[in-house]
């Protein structure tokens, strides 16, 4: 097999076969080592659609007839295949991880214009492989867009970015009358804490989240590749099948809005980095937010979403970057950039917002000054009420102070990037 035929596999870790049970016509791959394990389904066949489909649930509209595989192509994410059926052309794409259970939840609110499958196959509740009528190509914008970052077209740039992010502010927008739970703040610092220990990073990072990063059906990984546009239309997103690292590190829980516009704030990272550009990086940042905000539901967006003392989009842009160093461990592939030295400057953001905490400290204590004063004016231990009441638009220009010293999501963790 192929270097091309492994790249949905983690190269770097042993590979072994499972006796659990399995669906006719598959195998369970099991992938250990680095301190990273997971386990992988794989056809035996994907020649045979019939073998393969035999022990399979289906749901959905699904080709049927005679069907013969035409084309095979192993992605960074799984197996495609072209299927001719009766002169039809259909394209069935592998979840050799499979997915967090809400897949066609997921697809069921994508805007219309979105990229969907429109049937699948399942076995004992996991997503095995999903299919759609085939479509020549997809205008997607990520070379678009690393061509006016590369050519310093700050316009062009602008515009792609911020039709990108309302794009995905149109799904949350969708989300927003489906199943939402409260936040979940315990179990997501408990899930960094994980990333960093099997990473042996030396980086901590714990938030408590605002009570409006609620927990809804999230898109998961999203990026500028997973973006169409379809000329006079408004953008459409590709609904992709999960990255490597879901299938590494399995989530054990579920995300806010503001974790699927962290992942495509991280892959205008990613581009741009990759481009030598005269743009500033804050503006590009600038116009993902604004994008975002143009349609997402505004208490998922608002300005205290993005503080960073309690999380912000830094929290899960942080997240993103570990992800990208799981999958390089997995493939031994090198340093991921520009996630590596993402984190290695996350120390130096924690301890500006640490030095921040004297101001905080100061508006607690004029505040308590202020309270008590009042308490012991209301009951008759004291005469003096003026310096209390001095003391509270005191208190509220501090606080107030201190909250414009949070660092702006329209900046960058990377500090070279500022400059």
Not at 280 to 303: D, V
Not at 335 to 345: L, R
Request: proline fraction near 6%; charged fraction near 25%.
């Amino acid at each position: 097999m192929s270097e091309t035929e492994n790249s949905w596999k983690p190269a770097a870790m042993s590979q072994f076969e499972s006796d659990d049970e399995v669906p006719d016509g598959f195998k369970w791959l099991v992938f250990a080592g680095i301190g990273l394990k997971s386990k992988m389904l794989e056809p035996l066949d994907v020649n045979n659609w019939q073998k393969t489909i035999s022990d399979l649930q289906p749901w959905g509209e699904i080709p049927t007839g005679d069907i013969t595989v035409e084309d095979i192509v192993h992605t960074d994410r799984g197996i495609n295949l072209k299927l001719n059926c009766d002169g039809a052309y259909w394209l069935a794409e592998f979840f050799p991880w499979g997915t967090d259970g809400r897949f066609r939840a997921r697809i069921s609110l994508a805007p219309p214009g979105s990229i969907i499958p429109i049937g699948g196959y399942t076995w004992n509740g996991i997503d095995i492989l999903s299919v759609r009528k085939w479509t020549e190509g997809k205008k997607d914008l990520n070379s678009r867009l690393q061509d006016a970052i590369q050519s310093s077209d700050l316009k062009k740039s602008k515009e792609i970015i911020f039709q990108s992010a309302a794009a995905i502010g149109r799904y949350h927008k969708a989300a927003e009358n489906a199943r939402i739970t409260p936040r979940d703040a315990k179990r997501w610092n408990k899930r960094l804490e994980y990333l960093e220990a099997s990473l042996r990073a030396n980086t901590i990072w714990r938030a408590p989240h605002t009570k409006d990063t609620v927990c809804i059906i999230t898109i998961g990984d999203i990026r500028f590749s997973d973006i169409i546009d379809k000329e006079s239309e408004s953008y459409s997103i590709h609904f992709s099948r999960p990255r490597l690292a879901d299938g590494i590190i399995k989530p054990n829980c579920e995300f806010p809005a503001i974790r699927d516009f962290s992942s495509l704030l991280h892959d205008l990272n990613r581009i741009y980095f990759s481009c030598e550009s005269e743009l500033k990086m804050s503006e590009l940042r600038r116009s993902l937010i604004e994008g975002w905000q143009s349609t997402a539901p505004p208490a998922w967006s608002s300005k205290n979403i993005f503080y960073t003392p309690r999380g912000g989009s830094f929290f899960w842009e942080y997240e993103q970057c570990l992800l990208d160093v799981i999958e390089s461990v997995s493939h031994q592939s090198g340093k991921p950039e520009p996630a590596v030295s993402i984190i290695q400057d996350v120390p130096y953001l924690q301890k500006s917002m640490f030095s921040h905490r004297t101001v905080a400290a100061l508006s607690f204590m004029t505040g308590f000054f202020s309270v008590n004063g009042i308490y012991q004016y209301a009951v008759g231990n004291s005469n003096g009420i003026l310096l209390p009441l001095i003391l509270i638009p005191i208190t509220l220009g501090i606080f107030m102070s201190y909250r414009k010293l949070a660092p702006s999501p329209e900046l960058s963790i990377l500090r070279v990037w500022n400059q």
